[in-house]
């Protein structure tokens, strides 16, 4: 994952203590480096003491930020004192990343002329004024945190997810390989309307992946490392040699339209065509994918990748898309979240093994191999989808997550049982506002990542679940 850098600000208001802005800028640059991130900081030369007071101090702050644009993830707006806030808005409307605005705490027994901060307060007033602006920015609880302290460090990480999405999904490119299917209306959507929020939509045939497949010489330097990586992948100690040799041929047909077309995501059709034509199902080729770090969903379900992309660059980990599949004995609050194999391995309790896919081979055996069959592991998750309607591009999230409860060995393709508070209603709500019956699943608990991302600064619409 790269190391996100952040632009440092410190606020001053002159009749303020402005002795307390030294030590504010080796704090804050202290606590950032600890948090394992980089940062860039103005010369203390720039302005007075170091920090933004007037417009014109802004404007310099502004033209250092220009001089600097692509070196910086977001800003930290630090208040060591009240702060002025016209200086703020001069030097901060132009930013174009996320923006923390931070401020210090006063202490019990400092609260003398000499050193009382008031940031509290003044955090209010650069709020109230960049609203009036229009400038977004995030707040982090608690209101005041010292950035040495570690709260301040798990807001810094938060931040961090929250600047990994925005950045990464201001433009961002999906290639919709396969048509929808006309069986699964479920997975419909709105190219224009996602072109409206910057995501590109690129698509292919299947039929000509299906006759670059079949066109593909075995001899190809590019097929025998493939094949060499994924039987190392997983368990392919099952599957038929031409089988094998028609999977990996697929993957590389994937991996050059996704370096063709710099695709940050993919969706497949995944079948009929592909066991009736090719005899396999590429579920395993999609685990890898998103194992190696490109999204992948199947079904051509375009949104839930949208989801797993955005999960994907706040956690740093891999992500997937699942059913909400069954129930789990009687349990209100347990789900079994499932799909034929497209899981990252590294979601799951140990590699899979790729099978003849159960529900295609069922009338026709040794068309379906690719199926990668497992478990999923425990982990604490976040579940997240979208849908485009009527112009707009809602989104929801919730967390939860997965357990060790036993699902038995009959059980097909990839599943794992799923804790989620008062999950009946929410199910209800998912089903009566027109959502699919899939979910994207990340690991880590990352709604108010999402949340602060999506709404404040990718303008998306937001669904409390």
């Not at 940050?264 to 995944?270: E, G, K």
Request: aromatic letters at 10%.
């Amino acid at each position: 994952m790269k190391q996100l850098t952040f632009a440092l600000y410190f606020a001053n208001r002159g009749f303020f203590p402005e002795t307390l802005i030294a030590g504010a800028r080796k704090e804050m640059a202290e606590a950032v480096t600890n948090a394992g991130f980089q940062y860039l900081i103005p010369d203390e030369e720039m302005t007075s003491y170091g920090a933004v007071e007037t417009r014109s101090e802004g404007k310099r702050y502004a033209a250092w930020l220009k001089s600097h644009e692509g070196e910086y993830d977001g800003v930290i707006m630090c208040l060591p004192n009240f702060g002025d806030e016209n200086g703020g808005v001069a030097a901060i409307q132009d930013a174009g990343v996320p923006i923390l605005l931070h401020a210090y705490p006063d202490e019990i027994g400092k609260m003398d002329f000499e050193h009382r901060r008031d940031s509290y307060c003044g955090k209010f007033s650069f709020a109230d004024v960049f609203h009036q602006y229009g400038i977004p920015f995030t707040m982090l609880e608690p209101h005041v945190v010292h950035p040495l302290s570690k709260t301040f460090a798990d807001n810094l990480r938060d931040f961090a997810g929250i600047c990994r999405i925005v950045n990464g999904m201001k433009r961002f490119s999906i290639g919709a390989i396969g048509a929808r299917t006309s069986k699964f209306k479920t997975v419909r959507f709105d190219e224009i309307t996602l072109q409206k929020y910057g995501i590109t939509v690129e698509t292919f045939d299947l039929s000509e992946l299906i006759f670059k497949v079949q066109n593909m010489d075995e001899s190809d330097s590019r097929v025998t490392e493939k094949v060499g990586s994924l039987v190392a992948y997983t368990d392919f100690s099952c599957v038929p040699a031409d089988k094998t040799m028609v999977l990996a041929k697929v993957s590389v047909v994937i991996d050059e339209y996704i370096a063709d077309y710099d695709l940050d995501c993919i969706a497949l059709r995944c079948w009929d065509e592909m066991h009736e034509i090719l005899g396999i199902a590429p579920c395993v080729l999609l685990s890898e994918l998103n194992d190696r770090g490109i999204v992948a969903s199947c079904e051509i379900d375009l949104c839930s990748a949208i989801n797993m992309y955005a999960m994907q660059l706040a956690s740093g980990r891999p992500t997937t898309v699942l059913d909400w599949n069954n129930n789990y004995t009687d349990d209100p609050d347990k789900v079994i979240l499932f799909h034929c194999g497209p899981v990252a391995q590294s979601l799951m309790t140990e590699k899979g093994t790729v099978t003849d896919h159960k529900m295609f081979a069922k009338g026709n055996p040794g068309c379906g191999w690719g199926s990668n069959e497992g478990r999923i592991k425990a982990f604490p998750m976040t579940y997240s989808n979208c849908k485009t309607e009527n112009g707009k591009l809602t989104v929801y999230a919730g967390e939860g997550k997965f357990t060790e409860d036993p699902i038995e060995d009959g059980y097909f393709g990839c599943g794992g049982v799923a804790v989620i508070e008062n999950l009946q209603p929410k199910l209800i709500q998912l089903g009566q506002n027109g959502y699919r019956h899939h979910t994207a699943v990340g690991m880590g608990h990352m709604k108010k990542i999402l949340k602060e991302a999506f709404i404040r600064y990718l303008g998306y619409d937001w669904m409390e679940i």
